[in-house]
């Protein structure tokens, strides 16, 4: 056994005794040094993977290829990988109607079956036959293009889904009047708790108060458009302040030409 006695031994000595402490201390961190140094001078780290799992790092130089990590088949799962997540089971409620209209990659990104897409555009079809001589005879008498009045019902009622639509017959998010004298009114907290929107006894006096509203000063410029410039009247729309959705042309624009709407201002 040596003792180290580091104050009588001798210069050499005690640096040696020093040295072999110091190793013994960080000995590991010497390793790793010397691993990263050659990690360094190789410039070359390959990796080798089996079914997605790391299998063998291999260290590459100009000379030689060293392996110094390999893996027999039986322990590949040192690196083991994420469990798949569950795949998500639409329901068709879960979806509005003017969900694949509005956002058309929507079903394909998400794993939506044809069916649901198929439902949802029949009901947007249905609404349109439903409704489409009304949104005409509201052209001819007023001058708004019957493809933007279908397209706004559409869009505000969730093509007649919506609870407006349902409880209060109100297809166009119509709000109540200032002094309300001679209409009924309900809150439906929509962007205030203090909105108050119109009850109406039929759709077709829904239609009728939309073709109304229109032919105010706010709106009255639109009329110079015609009846075919669906997209000027959804710009004007929107400019106008119908809605507060920064997006509300845009969407009027692509419920038209999807379901193509534009033949009802013919």
Same mark, same amino acid.
């Given at each position: 056994?040596?003792d180290?006695?580091f104050?009588q031994?001798?210069?050499s000595?005690k640096?040696?005794?020093n040295?072999?402490?110091?190793m013994?201390?960080y ?11 050659h990690?360094y001078?190789t410039?070359?780290?390959?990796l080798?993977?089996t &079914?997605?799992?790391?299998s ?5 130089s100009?000379?030689t290829?060293t392996?110094?990590a390999?893996l027999?088949e039986?322990?590949l799962?040192i690196?083991?990988t994420a469990?798949? !997540?569950?795949?998500?089971v ?11 209209i509005l956002?058309?990659?929507f079903?394909?990104?998400n794993?939506?079956?044809?069916d649901?897409?198929k439902?949802k555009?029949?009901n947007?079809?249905?609404?349109v036959?439903?409704?489409a001589?009304?949104?005409i005879v ?8 019957a493809s933007?009045t279908l397209?706004q019902?559409l869009l505000?009622?969730?093509a ?5 639509a !349902? ?7 119509i709000k109540?009047?200032r002094?309300?004298? @001679?209409c ?5 907290s929509d962007?205030?708790v203090?909105?108050?929107?119109r009850?109406f006894?039929s759709a077709w006096e829904?239609?009728?108060e939309?073709?109304l509203?229109?032919?105010i000063?706010r709106?009255r !410029?639109?009329? !110079?458009l @015609?009846?075919k &410039?669906y ?5 004007g729309?929107?400019?106008?302040g119908?809605?507060t &959705?920064k997006n509300?042309h845009?969407k ?6 999807v379901l193509?709407?534009?033949?009802? &201002?013919r």
């Amino acid at each position: 056994m040596i003792d180290f006695n580091f104050q009588q031994a001798a210069p050499s000595t005690k640096r040696l005794g020093n040295f072999l402490v110091w190793m013994g201390k960080y000995w590991f961190q010497v390793i790793v040094t010397f691993f990263l140094f050659h990690l360094y001078s190789t410039r070359s780290v390959q990796l080798t993977l089996t &079914d997605g799992q790391l299998s063998r790092i291999t260290l590459v130089s100009h000379e030689t290829t060293t392996a110094i990590a390999s893996l027999p088949e039986a322990e590949l799962s040192i690196l083991p990988t994420a469990p798949a !997540k569950p795949k998500k089971v639409w329901k068709s409620s879960d979806f509005g109607n003017l969900t694949f209209i509005l956002n058309p990659t929507f079903a394909e990104r998400n794993g939506v079956g044809e069916d649901i897409v198929k439902e949802k555009l029949a009901n947007c079809r249905k609404y349109v036959k439903r409704y489409a001589k009304t949104a005409i005879v509201e052209m001819e008498k007023y001058g708004i293009p019957a493809s933007i009045t279908l397209a706004q019902g559409l869009l505000e009622s969730g093509a007649g889904d919506s609870r407006l639509a !349902k409880e209060s017959n109100n297809h166009f998010g119509i709000k109540c009047r200032r002094k309300c004298r @001679g209409c009924t009114c309900r809150n439906y907290s929509d962007d205030d708790v203090y909105d108050m929107f119109r009850v109406f006894d039929s759709a077709w006096e829904s239609f009728r108060e939309h073709s109304l509203l229109l032919q105010i000063d706010r709106y009255r !410029k639109l009329k !110079k458009l @015609g009846k075919k &410039d669906y997209k000027g009247w959804a710009a004007g729309l929107k400019k106008a302040g119908y809605a507060t &959705d920064k997006n509300y042309h845009k969407k009027l624009i692509r419920i038209i030409e999807v379901l193509d709407l534009h033949q009802f &201002d013919r």
